[in-house]
């Protein structure tokens, strides 16, 4: 079974930058799509963004023109990065993956804006 790990979270002041990451420990066949979604605390998880296999993107309105989510397939490896970083974007941060017949999510990794 493929797992997905992200890392690249942490604490960063308000304006600063991050990048995630999400590696997959093996190949997923026939992928669909990949997405970064995230949940506050007292909140429902939400997308923050998406890619699908043929490279199309879509954003959360929250995040447009702020965060980038790109894909490395020789790593199996998907990124987000996170541009000037707002208090309300801190959450925990999930990646997922789509493919026929699974889904596949990563255990989370912490994102904190400080004000």
């Known amino acids: 079974q493929v797992q997905l790990v992200e890392s690249g979270g942490g604490l960063v002041q308000v304006g600063g930058s991050l990048r995630l990451s999400c590696a997959a420990s093996?190949?997923?066949?026939?992928?669909?799509?990949m997405g970064w979604y995230r949940q506050a605390p007292g909140k429902q998880r939400e997308l923050v963004a998406s890619?699908?296999?043929?490279?199309?993107?879509n954003y959360a309105d929250s995040v447009q023109g702020r965060f980038t989510i790109s894909r490395d397939n020789a790593l199996n490896t998907w990124y987000l990065q996170m541009n000037s970083l707002k208090p309300e974007d801190t959450a925990v941060y999930f990646c997922?993956?789509?493919?026929?017949?699974?889904?596949?999510w990563g255990q989370g990794t912490q994102v904190t804006v400080s004000s």
């Open positions: 093996g190949r997923i066949f026939n992928l669909l799509a």
């Open positions: 997922k993956a789509d493919s026929l017949g699974s889904r596949l």
């Open positions: 890619i699908s296999n043929g490279g199309s993107t």
